[in-house]
């Protein structure tokens, strides 16, 4: 991986303002200046996190990776004390949550639904098929 300059929270915090806008995110510092008028979230919540560590925020929204690929586009250094490597970045990867729209076209994928659901769905069926046969059997004999 490149190396990257190192940067304080100290150092970030000096960097708030619309023309120069700093910010953290999972260790990595982003100069966002440029993207502000860009961001599809506005300026203003990229603004209320400048100069700050905004990842609790970033990670909150669930963006997409097209959003974690220009995270890397505009970092100009890491924050002091991180430590990346490539495993990490493997992690980041494999662990990416879906995006709101992602999941509004998935809501039947709701984690809250019974494991057996899917069983009980096939076995119902085929017990009310089993007994209306049996029922029709039974009622011809007799
Ligand atoms: C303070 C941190 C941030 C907050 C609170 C924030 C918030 C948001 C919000 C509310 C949206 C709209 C979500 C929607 O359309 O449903 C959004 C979209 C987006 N944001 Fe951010 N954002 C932050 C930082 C960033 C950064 C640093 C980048 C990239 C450099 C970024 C890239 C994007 C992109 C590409 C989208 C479009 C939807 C997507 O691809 O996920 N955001 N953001």
Known sequence: MAEH???????VAQHKSKNDCWLVIDGKVLNVTKFLE?????EEVLMESAGK???????????????KILVDKYQVGVIQGYTSSNNEHVQVASTEEPT??????????DERRP??????????PLLVAASYFC???LTRSS
């Open 100 to 109: 709101k729209r992602e999941m509004s076209a998935f809501v039947i994928r």
């Open 53 to 67: 560590d905004a990842s609790k925020e970033f990670n909150d929204i669930g963006h997409s990776k097209t959003a």
């Open 115 to 124: 494991k057996y659901a899917g069983l009980l769905e096939f076995i119902v």
């Open 135 to 137: 029922y029709r059997y």
């Open 5 to 11: 300059t190192v940067f304080t929270f100290l150092q």
């Open 38 to 42: 860009e961001h599809p979230g506005g």
